[in-house]
């Protein structure tokens, strides 16, 4: 793999940067730019080495019916541009068929279509003080279907690729999979840290491991599971993910949201991983309203309850391990975290967890939810490193090669 970083002229060059902006907004304002302060590094060694930008983000996940035409507004990336903008000091600007000349550069958000000719004249004509981004990419419905002359058509403004969007390389899309053919490619600085620390998570030898999963679906996690298993000593399970596992060891869980067709992943789990394995002992129960919080012992679960977090004794249980942990891998919130009574667990597993990672142990925390519950700790900075990725992270961590990866090889 080429890496950006290696790359010292590249004054006169035009680069298609693939950046991940999506982050999660009410409209106009960001809520988390945790995503958007990862993307600025490559923006401003790009910028600094004269090069002009053409970036590409998704937002959201428009839906089949909003392509172009129907495009939703409110899936625009105008507040992710604004935002963006503002961490820039550039004054955002948003254009759909000319680019105004000021002596200034701005961030330009192209709302245009750009499979019209004259618009991609437009862009490729845009001055290099300008930043160019594109309206969200998954607008066009080529960027799904792999269209091979959509991706032509977007190589041909540019001479270089970088890839910097971590959250997306487990897809195969167009300006993931596809555009890296037609253009030399690189890995941009913050695919670059997310592949170093990612694969320092995984080679470090370091022990007490202590690998916290938690969460929802067992199918996107099993295979992380699987593979940092092996490494590690402790597996400390929460959220929904251990209802399953509960569930299997004959607990009742009343009714709990468990995926019960993957029964049969939480046993082949519980069989290989039997001594490192640790489950919630107590919980918080609540109805099906998500009101009336009780925590109650494991044993004392009744069928109408919902389990919705881990318990006070499960935290300072799951806490002991943490402590002696010299390495830690951490993906999923522990309940349902987003509602106060059902957050504890959450809250204070980030805060252990962020307060052991330090020269002495290396921790690395990860998932869409996961950074939302890390921002509401307000304990980020404090975490060895924090993935961009969800999926991605966790097929990566599974071992898997990923598209996006693989195409810049
Ligand atoms: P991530 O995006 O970090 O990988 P997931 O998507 O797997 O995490 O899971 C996050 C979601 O799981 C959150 O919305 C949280 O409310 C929910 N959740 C966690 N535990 C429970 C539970 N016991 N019951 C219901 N929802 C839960
Ligand atoms: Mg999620």
């Not at 679906?217 to 209802?243: C, E, F």
């Not at 009714?255 to 290989?272: G, H, I, M, P, W």
């Not at 921790?363 to 980020?380: M, N, Q, R, S, W």
């Not at 975490?383 to 996006?404: Q, V």
């Amino acid at each position: 793999m080429k890496f950006l970083r290696e790359l010292k002229d590249l004054s006169g060059k035009t680069v298609l940067l693939r950046t991940d902006l999506d982050a999660p907004h009410d409209g106009n304002k960001i809520m988390n730019d945790y995503r958007i302060q990862r993307s600025l590094e490559t923006i401003k060694f790009l910028q600094e080495h004269g090069a002009k930008i053409i970036a590409i983000s998704k937002l959201g996940r428009p839906k089949k019916s909003d392509n172009w035409e129907g495009r939703d507004q409110s899936e625009s990336l105008r507040p992710v541009a604004e935002h963006l903008a503002n961490l820039l000091g550039k004054k955002p600007l948003a254009v759909s068929n000319k680019i105004p000349k000021y002596d200034v550069g701005h961030l330009i958000l192209f709302t245009g279509d750009i499979r019209l000719k004259e618009n991609l004249q437009v862009v490729k004509e845009a001055p290099q003080k300008d930043l160019i981004l594109l309206e969200n990419i998954r607008f066009y419905p080529e960027e799904e279907t792999l269209d091979q002359n959509f991706a032509k058509l977007l190589a041909s403004m540019a001479d270089i690729y970088v890839e910097d969007a971590f959250a997306v390389v487990h897809r195969t899309e167009t300006s993931v999979s596809e555009l890296p053919k037609f253009l030399p490619a690189y890995a941009g600085l913050n695919l670059e840290r997310e592949i170093k620390s990612l694969d320092k998570a995984m080679e470090l030898k370091a022990s007490p491991f202590v690998l916290m999963m938690a969460g929802i679906k067992i199918s996107d996690k099993v295979g992380a599971i699987r593979n940092l298993g092996k490494d590690a000593n402790h597996i400390l399970l929460g959220g929904g993910l251990a209802n399953l596992f509960l569930k299997s060891k004959g607990y009742e869980i009343g009714c709990s949201k468990v995926e019960t067709d993957k029964q049969s992943l939480a046993e082949e789990l519980l069989r290989n991983y039997k001594d490192k394995i640790i489950l919630p002992i107590d919980v918080v129960v609540g109805s099906e309203d998500y009101t009336n919080p009780r925590v109650v012992m494991i044993e004392q679960v009744k069928k109408d309850d919902l389990i919705l977090d881990i318990g006070p004794k499960t935290i300072l249980e799951f806490s002991k391990y943490i402590k002696n942990a010299k390495k830690m891998v951490w993906n999923g919130p522990m309940g349902l975290f987003e509602k106060k009574p059902f957050s504890q667990g959450t809250m204070s597993l980030a805060l252990l967890f962020a307060s052991k990672c330090d020269e002495n142990c290396f921790g690395v925390a990860g998932g869409g939810d996961t950074l939302e519950a890390i921002a509401a700790a307000k304990i980020g900075e404090h975490i060895s490193f924090i993935s961009t990725g969800g999926g991605a992270m966790l097929e990566y961590l599974a071992g898997e090669k990923l598209p996006g990866i693989t195409a810049l090889n």
